[in-house]
C-alpha cells in the first residue's frame, strides 16, 4: 500500500523558517521522482520543486527559487522541503508528489499525499 504522509506544517511568522518532510512506503522510493506542490482554495495546484530519483537535480518555481531547497533522504525514504524568509503569500496546503522516473521520463501515474498546512502571518 502506497502512503506519502506530509508533516511539518504549521504557523510561522512572515520570514521564518519551515522544514516540511514526506515519508514514502509501499514503493521503491529510489525509482521516484519527488515533488512538492502547494494549492489555495480555488485555485489550480502549483509545482514548487522537484527532485530527480537520485536526487542529482532539482528545480523551483520562480516564486521560491533561493529560498526553498528540496532535498532527499533515500535510506530513509523521505524528501524534504526547507522554506526560508516565507512570506505570506506562501500560505498554502503543501503536497508531497511522487512519479516513477527513468531520468526525465516518467509514469502516468503518480501518487500524492494528504497535504499539510502552512500558514505565514503576523
Known amino acids: 500500500q502506497v502512503q506519502l504522509v506530509e508533516s511539518g506544517g504549521g504557523l510561522v511568522q512572515p520570514g521564518g523558517s519551515l522544514r516540511l518532510s514526506c515519508a514514502a512506503s509501499?514503493?521503491?522510493?529510489?525509482?521516484?521522482?519527488m515533488s512538492w506542490y502547494r494549492q489555495a482554495p480555488g485555485k489550480e495546484r502549483e509545482l514548487v520543486a522537484f527532485i530527480t530519483s537520485a536526487g542529482g537535480s532539482t528545480n523551483y518555481a520562480d516564486s521560491v527559487k533561493g529560498r526553498f531547497t528540496i532535498s532527499r533522504d533515500n535510506a530513509k525514504n523521505t524528501v524534504y522541503l526547507q522554506m526560508n524568509s516565507l512570506k505570506p503569500e506562501d500560505t498554502d496546503v503543501y503536497y508531497c508528489?511522487?512519479?516513477?522516473?527513468?531520468?526525465?521520463?516518467?509514469?502516468?501515474?503518480?501518487?500524492w499525499g494528504q497535504g499539510t498546512q502552512v500558514t505565514v502571518s503576523t
Open positions: 509501499g514503493f521503491i522510493f529510489s525509482d521516484y521522482m
Open positions: 508528489n511522487a512519479v516513477e522516473c527513468s531520468g526525465y521520463v516518467c509514469a502516468d501515474y503518480d501518487y
